[in-house]
C-alpha cells in the first residue's frame, strides 16, 4: 500500500540548461530504497479536469535530507512543467515509494551502472546509500550518456558518485571536449575482453532505445539475464 505525502520545497535550482532540482521535505518520513521512484500528483491537468500522475526517481540517498528529484525539463510535459514552476514553500503532493529496481549485493561482483541523462538519478541515490557503501562490490562503474558536454550531471565526486567511477560519453560534443566522443553504448563496447563481463551485474536506465542496444550487446556477450536489470525513461 503506496502512501500520500505532502510535500515543501525547500530549493529549486538548474543543475544544466535543460535539468533542474528539486529538494523537498515531506509531511511524515518517506522510507525507500535508491533506485526507487515517486509518482507527483499533478492537480487537474488531465481529462475533464481529472489529476494527472507523473513518475520520477528520486535523486539523494535514502538517509539524506531534504530529498532531491532531477527533472528534465520537457516543453508540452505537464509533470516537468508543473514541477518547473514549483518555488520554496510551495507544496505538491505524491504517492510513493514504487519500484524494484534497487540494488542487490552479490558476493564477488562488480557493478556496471548505464544511464542516459536524467536516468542518471536513481544511479546517484543508490550510490550514495548506506546499502551500497556497507556493500560495496569488487568494481563498480558508471556510464553515463549525453548529447553535449552541457547535459553533465554531478560530476565532482562529493555530489554523490564516490567509491565507483563515473565516466561521460558524450555524442555531439564540442570541439573542445577532451572525453569519450560517442554515445554510451559505444564506451561500453569499448571496454575490450579484460572487462569481468560474466562477474558483472549491470544496471540500466535511460532511454527505451538505449537499453535495447544494450541488452542486445550483453546477450552477444552471454550475460545471463538475471545480471540485467533496468529501468526505463521515456
Given at each position: 500500500m503506496k502512501s500520500e505525502y505532502l510535500c515543501t520545497?525547500?530549493?529549486?535550482?538548474?543543475?544544466?540548461?535543460?535539468?533542474f532540482e528539486i529538494a523537498f521535505e515531506t509531511d511524515k518520513n518517506l522510507v525507500f530504497e535508491g533506485g526507487q521512484f515517486v509518482s507527483i500528483i499533478i492537480p487537474g491537468a488531465g481529462p475533464k479536469g481529472r489529476d494527472l500522475r507523473r513518475a520520477y526517481s528520486i535523486a539523494s540517498a535514502p538517509e539524506a535530507r531534504p530529498y532531491e528529484l532531477c527533472v528534465k525539463l520537457v516543453e508540452n510535459g505537464p509533470g516537468t512543467q508543473?514541477?518547473?514552476?514549483?518555488?520554496?514553500?510551495?507544496?505538491?503532493?505524491?504517492?510513493?515509494?514504487?519500484?524494484?529496481?534497487?540494488?542487490?549485493?552479490?558476493?564477488?561482483?562488480?557493478?556496471?551502472?548505464?544511464?542516459?541523462?536524467?536516468?542518471?538519478?536513481?544511479?546517484?541515490?543508490?550510490?550514495?546509500?548506506?546499502?551500497?557503501?556497507?556493500?560495496?562490490?569488487?568494481?563498480?562503474?558508471?556510464?553515463?550518456?549525453?548529447?553535449?558536454?552541457?547535459e553533465l550531471l554531478y560530476q565532482k565526486p562529493e555530489e554523490g558518485f564516490q567509491n565507483l567511477k563515473l565516466m561521460n560519453a558524450v555524442s555531439q560534443p564540442s570541439d573542445s571536449w577532451q572525453g569519450f566522443r560517442g554515445r554510451v553504448?559505444?564506451?561500453?563496447?569499448?571496454?575490450?575482453?579484460?572487462?569481468?563481463?560474466?562477474?558483472?551485474?549491470?544496471?540500466?536506465?535511460?532511454?527505451?532505445?538505449?537499453?535495447?542496444?544494450?541488452?542486445?550487446?550483453?546477450?552477444?556477450?552471454?550475460?545471463?539475464?538475471?545480471?540485467?536489470?533496468?529501468?526505463?525513461?521515456?
Open positions: 520545497v525547500k530549493s529549486f535550482r538548474m543543475l544544466t540548461p535543460t535539468v508543473y514541477l518547473y514552476r514549483l518555488r520554496p514553500h510551495d507544496t505538491f503532493r505524491v504517492l510513493a515509494p514504487y519500484g524494484d529496481f534497487t540494488y542487490r549485493p552479490q558476493t564477488d561482483q562488480h557493478i556496471c551502472f548505464i544511464a542516459t541523462g536524467t536516468g542518471i538519478a536513481p544511479f546517484r541515490a543508490i550510490a550514495m546509500s548506506k546499502k551500497f557503501q556497507d556493500n560495496l562490490p569488487n568494481s563498480a562503474i558508471c556510464l553515463f550518456g549525453v548529447r553535449t558536454e552541457s553504448t559505444h564506451y561500453l563496447q569499448s571496454l575490450g575482453d579484460e572487462y569481468p563481463w560474466l562477474k558483472t551485474q549491470f544496471y540500466l536506465c535511460g532511454n527505451g532505445e538505449m537499453i535495447q542496444e544494450v541488452k542486445a550487446f550483453l546477450a552477444e556477450k552471454n550475460i545471463e539475464k538475471s545480471k540485467i536489470h533496468q529501468e526505463k525513461y521515456y
